[in-house]
């Protein structure tokens, strides 16, 4: 069964940054572009960034581009998220998951539709 972890949120001021972990657990991540998606509070889950399955191309939506940066460690079967300037308007629930690849490009699509428990981010003063 293809699990993903997620982690590294918490509370943080506004200008702030937070690392985020998302840990593949029962199989290997190599094979998969993976993404980050958000939700907040009353509003739908939006796409925040992927990153291709050799980590040679990211993809990042408008609100957090400059601000925020996708990696892999494929030996550590980790992707993360950096993200910094974070804004109050970037509190919400984090979560990873496979994503649609084509052409070696990632998409903020999900490849299978499964969600994990997520980590909350909450930048507050």
């Known amino acids: 069964q293809l699990q993903l972890v997620e982690s590294g949120g918490g509370l943080v001021q506004p200008g702030g940054s937070l690392r985020l972990s998302c840990a593949a657990s029962g199989f290997t991540l190599d094979y998969y572009a993976i993404g980050w998606f958000r939700q907040a509070p009353g509003k739908e889950r939006e796409g925040v960034s992927c990153?291709?399955?050799?980590?040679?191309?990211?993809n990042y939506a408008d609100s957090v581009k400059g601000r925020f940066t996708i990696s892999r460690d494929n030996a550590k079967n980790t992707v993360y998220l950096q993200m910094n300037s974070l804004k109050p308007e970037d509190t919400a629930i984090y979560y990873c998951?496979?994503?649609?690849?084509?052409?070696?490009?990632?998409?903020?699509?999900?490849?299978?539709?499964?969600w994990g428990q997520g980590t909350q981010v909450t930048v507050s003063s």
């Open positions: 998951t496979a994503v649609v690849e084509h052409q070696a490009m990632c998409h903020l699509k999900t490849l299978f539709g499964s």
């Open positions: 990153i291709s399955t050799n980590g040679g191309r990211t």
